[in-house]
């Protein structure tokens, strides 16, 4: 793969680094982590593999490119009877944590390799 050898050859300091910016409008301030990967060997692999997975991801029916489209959706559905639906939001920072990382990955590998939608995907 030419394009992560050629991400890799520019690679200066391997490393990723974590540092934290404060959430001064929260009281008492707290800390948000933040990784630092651009530049490091996890980066070319990490931009390469949301190349390949994107055009999967926008086929998704449950795809939305941002929060405005999402509010744009929700704004068409006027008139609609909203007491027969449900929104369903999770908090990333307690969700990724539970995810039992062997049992997501073999899913992730059978719907890449068994899902219509992963068709013609270089």
């Not at 890799?8 to 630092?36: E, G």
Request: hydrophobic share 40%.
């Amino acid at each position: 793969m030419p394009y992560l050898q050629r991400t890799l050859d520019r690679v200066t300091d391997s490393y990723a680094y974590f540092y934290a910016l404060a959430k001064i409008h929260k009281s008492p301030w707290k800390t948000r982590p933040i990784v630092l990967v651009s530049g490091s060997l996890l980066y070319g692999l990490g931009k390469w593999l949301d190349q390949q997975l994107q055009p999967i991801i926008r086929k998704l029916p449950t795809y939305l490119s941002s929060s405005f489209a999402l509010k744009t959706d929700i704004d068409n559905m006027a008139g609609t009877e909203f007491s027969c639906m449900s929104l369903f939001t999770g908090d990333v920072v307690a969700m990724y944590p539970s995810i039992n990382l062997e049992d997501a990955f073999t899913r992730i590998a059978e719907f890449l390799s068994t899902s219509s939608l992963c068709e013609n995907v270089d």
